[in-house]
């Protein structure tokens, strides 16, 4: 018998593979507690997938993002870096969609800004100049990274080009800290994403945010800096549109 044969009550039929996955990767509210995905579910979803390898990576993708939303829920600090786009957690609607297309995910993860969690975030100048989603969307995005500084426990900084090439402005990734138990780092990349606990990955990644930190510019020249790139990109909007 398999796993799956094993727990009748809860192979019943279901609309679609869409409508079982819609609530994928959120975080519940169960007495109190906040939770991701059940591992019910993920069985359930995946007996349904019938050897579609297609579905089955994304439910494990979405399952993955689910654990990362229950981590930002609970930590106490947040440090996150991106080399060339804006991370996740600063991103407007605009700029998400232009992106990945999942805006809504990726707003309900942006809601830990609100709670008070003390958030650092390096953004290399690369992401400034990638131009996605055109002018007014970045226009928009800029904007927002100059904006976000002025809430309470969130620093924004530019990593700039002038600091040159440097071993820790390689690869993406978001530190989570709590209070009373271990950090944890997540990376994504194109072939894996990881949340990793292991001492030497924690250290490695805390030496990584002291480079940042003195590479980074301080959050009020950053916020300087974001301002001009929201003029500049207001203005390039301004030329493109029919009237101007």
């Known amino acids: 018998m398999s796993a799956v044969d094993a727990l009748p009550d809860i192979r019943r039929p279901v609309p679609s593979l869409a409508k079982l996955t819609e609530g994928l990767g959120r975080v519940a509210t169960l007495g ?4 991701a995905t059940d591992v019910i579910d993920l069985v ?20 993955e993002e689910g654990a990362l939303v229950m981590h930002e829920s609970r930590a106490s600090t947040i440090c996150a870096y991106e080399p060339v786009l804006v991370p996740p957690l600063l991103q407007t ?10 805006v809504q995910a990726r707003v309900h993860r942006q809601e830990v800004l609100s709670t008070g969690v003390e958030c650092t975030f390096f953004v290399h100048e690369a992401a400034l100049r990638a131009l996605v989603g ?85 959050p009020a020249a950053s916020r300087s800096v974001f301002s001009q790139w929201a ?14």
């Open 44 to 63: 359930r979803l995946v007996s349904y997938c019938q050897g579609d390898t297609t579905a089955t990576d994304r439910i494990v993708e979405l399952s």
């Open 134 to 218: 055109g002018p007014e969307v970045m226009a928009e995005q800029a904007r927002r990274l100059a904006m976000c500084g002025d809430r309470p426990g969130v620093s924004v900084r530019l990593v700039p080009f002038a600091v040159g090439g440097h071993p820790s402005l390689r690869g993406q990734f978001e530190y989570l800290g709590f209070t009373g138990r271990d950090p944890i780092v997540y990376v994504d990349n194109a072939v894996v994403s990881v949340l990793s606990e292991r001492p030497e990955t924690i250290a490695a990644y805390q030496a990584v945010m002291r480079d940042l930190d003195e590479l980074a510019l301080c």
């Open 93 to 102: 609607r605009g700029y998400a969609a232009a992106v990945t297309g999942e």
């Open 32 to 35: 109190g507690d906040r939770r």
């Open 231 to 244: 003029e500049s990109y207001e203005r390039a909007a301004g030329e493109d549109r029919p009237d101007a």
